[in-house]
C-alpha cells in the first residue's frame, strides 16, 4: 500500500523559511523521480517542485525558482522541501507523490499545512 507522510508545515510571517518532509512507503523510492504539490483554498493542486531519483535532475515552478529547493534521501525514503523567503501566496497544503513530472499513484497523503502570514 503506497503511503505517503507530509509533516513540517506552520505558521511563518513573510520572509521566513520551513523545511517540509516527505515519507514514503509501499513501493522503491529510489526507482522513482518525486515531486511537491500544493493546493491553496479554491484553486487547483499544482506541481511545485520535482527531483529526478538519482537527485540529478530537478525542476520547479517559476514561482517558487530561486526560493525552494527539492532535495531527496533514498536511504530514509524521504523527500525534502526547502522553503525560504516565504510570501503570503505560497500559504496551501502541500503534498508529495512519486513521479518526476506527473503524479504516479492515485492516493494522496493528508498534507501539511503552510500558513505565511504576519
Known amino acids: 500500500q503506497v503511503q505517503f507522510v507530509e509533516s513540517g508545515g506552520g505558521l511563518v510571517q513573510p520572509g521566513g523559511s520551513l523545511r517540509l518532509s516527505c515519507a514514503v512507503s509501499g513501493f522503491t523510492f529510489r526507482n522513482y523521480g518525486m515531486s511537491w504539490y500544493r493546493q491553496a483554498p479554491g484553486k487547483e493542486r499544482e506541481r511545485v517542485a520535482g527531483?529526478?531519483?538519482?537527485?540529478?535532475?530537478?525542476r520547479y515552478a517559476d514561482s517558487v525558482k530561486g526560493r525552494f529547493t527539492i532535495s531527496r534521501d533514498n536511504d530514509k525514503a524521504t523527500v525534502y522541501l526547502q522553503m525560504n523567503s516565504l510570501k503570503p501566496e505560497d500559504t496551501a497544503v502541500y503534498y508529495c507523490n512519486a513521479g518526476f513530472t506527473t503524479p504516479a499513484f492515485n492516493s494522496w497523503g493528508q498534507g501539511t499545512q503552510v500558513t505565511v502570514s504576519s
Open positions: 527531483i529526478s531519483n538519482n537527485a540529478g535532475d530537478t
